[in-house]
């Protein structure tokens, strides 16, 4: 079934999706929605840049791809504006935060209590906060020495990195590990759990 098909299925949940860069996570999204595993449809991706490649992911399987930036649309309000705007009018059920770069306004939160989801390349509360994303994650977690780090899925509220855990998997640090070779094997779990988690949450929704 194509996504355009299964997008007219009227129990399929609506998904919104949002990402800065090359959508990797997001792709494993598309793919799943449209095997059915996922238990909805992708209604749309948003990038607050433009030349992400998560937009053109979304294109290619026919999925609406909204670069919106307060640059791009004229202010912070309008980009709050159209996030609140395309969760209205799919009534999007659950939103993925999928490497996005900045944060949310408080209205879509308010809006989405429980149902905005943020996944994070290291075993939260450790290596989170400012600062820590993309390989940076993954040069701290070496240079401290870490023995172990992983994936976090968790709920987003108004504290960066702060909100309720929902699941951990954990990557062993290998002694010859460098960034790379370690964020790729931490990709590929990341790759295995965050659709399982917005199943869940799809599920419960
Ligand atoms: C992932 O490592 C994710 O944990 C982090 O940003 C990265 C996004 O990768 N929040 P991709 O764009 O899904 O390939």
């Known amino acids: ?29 598309i793919d799943r929605a449209r095997t059915g595993e996922l238990g909805g449809r992708i209604a749309w991706v948003v990038s607050n840049n433009g030349s992400a490649f998560a937009l053109e992911r979304a294109r290619q399987a026919g999925i609406e791809a909204v670069h919106a930036s307060a640059k791009s649309l004229g202010s912070p309000e309008a980009v709050e504006s159209k996030l609140l705007e395309l969760i209205e009018r799919d009534q999007v059920q659950v939103l993925v935060l999928a490497g996005y770069m900045k944060a949310l306004p408080e209205s879509v939160l308010r809006r989405l209590p429980g149902r905005v989801v943020n996944i994070h390349p290291a075993l939260l509360p450790a290596f989170g906060g400012k600062g820590m994303n993309g390989h940076h994650v993954h040069e701290a977690v070496i240079a401290r020495g870490a023995q172990w780090t992983g994936v976090t899925i968790h709920l ?13 998997r954990v990557v062993a640090v290998r002694p010859d590990d460098t960034p790379e070779t370690l964020g790729t094997r931490v990709l590929a779990i990341e ?8 199943r869940a949450l799809l599920e419960r929704a």
């Open 1 to 29: 079934m194509s996504q355009s098909e299964s997008s007219t299925t009227p129990k399929s949940p609506a998904v919104g999706v949002l990402c800065s860069g090359g959508g990797s996570n997001l792709q494993v999204l």
């Open 156 to 168: 987003v509220t108004e504290n960066y990195d702060e909100g309720p855990i929902l699941r951990q």
């Open 191 to 198: 790759h295995d759990t965050l659709w399982r988690e917005v």
